[in-house]
C-alpha cells in the first residue's frame, strides 16, 4: 500500500519494515518476495481480478488480492493456503470480499488466463515494451523483460560487498594500474568507486545529494578503504582539476530499465518523457567527464539501461573531439561502439562505452 499510495520506493522501505520485525530469515525471504513480486506483476494481476470485481476496491483490499493473486498464479500455492492465509492476514473488513474473489481467481489460474495483449501479459507499461521491442528487436526485448520477471540473484564480492553482477563487470571492463586517479562522478551508493579503489586507484567519488554521499561513505568505512574521498558536489560541474584523471567514470543516473527486476516499482515510477530528460543530463555528464580525463587516459560511461536514446545515442551525441573509442570486449555484446549486456537470469542490463584521449 505505501508503495503504490504513498510513492514509496519498494527497496527501501521493504528491509526498512523487516528491520523492525522479529521475522526468521525464511519469512523475511517470502515478505521480500511477495511484495517485490506482486508489484512488479500488479498489470497482469489486475487482470486477472478485474472479472470478479463490481467495482474498484479499496487500497487495503486490492493489496490483499494482489498478494492472494500472485501466489496462485506466480508461486503455484495450493490454493486453500493461498486464500486461507490471505484472509487471515487481510482487514477484518474486506475477508469476505477477498475470499470469494480469490476462490474465483484460483478457478480462473487453474483454467489458464487469456491475456488481451503481451504487454498486460508480461506487466509493463504500453510504452517500456514498444520502446525496446523497437531498440532490441522484439525477441530480444521479450526475454529481456520476462528475464526482469524474476527474482534478482544476490551477488557478493570476495570483500562482502552486495553489488550486481553487471556492475562488476563494468569494473572488471575498465583498465586500472594502482596509484591511478580515478574521478567517479555519479558515485551513490559506492559500489563502483570502493571496487576501483579494492584495485589500488585512488578515487575521488562525486556525489550531488547529501544524503547518497553519507552511503558512500558508510559503504567505504565498512570496507576499510583508504584510497576513497568522497565530494557532495555536480557531477555536471565537478570541482575537479582539468585533465588529471587516469579514468573518469560517468556511471549516470538513467531510466534503469535494465534493472527493473531489483526495482520492482520502477516500471510503473518511469515515464517515457524521462528518457529525454536523462539523456540531455547523460551527455552532460559525459562532456563534463571529458573535461577531468588526462591526455592517454580513458572516459567510461555506464547505465544500467536499455534504450538506445540512452546508450548509443548519447554516444554518438556527447561532444568528444580528441577521443578515440575502445571496444569493451566479451562478455559484452556489440552495441555500437560500446557494449551492451541485457538482464538473464543472473544478472542485470547494463551497457558501456569508453574513449581514449589523444596524447
Known sequence: MRIEADDAYANVVVPNLLGACDLDGRDRRFVTELVYGATRRRRALDHILEPF????PP?????ALRIGAYQLAELGTPPHAAVGATVEATSKRYRGLVNAVLRRVAGRVEAGVDWPDDATELSYP???LDRLRADLGASAADEALRAMNGRATVHRRVDGYV????????????????DDLVFD????????????????????????????ARRVVENRDSLGSDRLDVVIADGTRPPLAARRADLVLVD????????????????????????????????????????????????????????????????GQACLDDFEPVAVGSPWRVHGTGGLLLPDADADGMALFCWRRSG
Open 53 to 56: 470485481l463490481t467495482h474498484d
Open 163 to 178: 553489488q550486481d553482477r553487471s556492475s562488476q563487470l563494468v569494473i572488471e571492463s575498465l583498465p586500472v594500474d594502482t
Open 59 to 63: 487500497p487495503a483490499a486490492r493489496a
Open 185 to 212: 562522478l555519479c558515485a551513490a551508493p559506492g559500489g563502483k568507486a570502493t571496487a576501483l579503489a579494492d584495485r589500488g586507484a585512488r578515487v575521488v567519488a562525486v556525489e550531488l545529494h547529501p544524503g547518497r
Open 252 to 315: 549516470s543516473p538513467c531510466t534503469g530499465l535494465g534493472a527493473l527486476r531489483r526495482r520492482p516499482d520502477a516500471r510503473w515510477r518511469v515515464g517515457e518523457t524521462d528518457v529525454d530528460r536523462l539523456v540531455d543530463l547523460q551527455i552532460r555528464l559525459v562532456e563534463a567527464g571529458a573535461e577531468l580525463v588526462a591526455p592517454g587516459g580513458l572516459l567510461a560511461y555506464s547505465v544500467c539501461t536499455l534504450t538506445s536514446a540512452e546508450t548509443v545515442g548519447v554516444a
Open 126 to 128: 504500453d510504452w517500456i
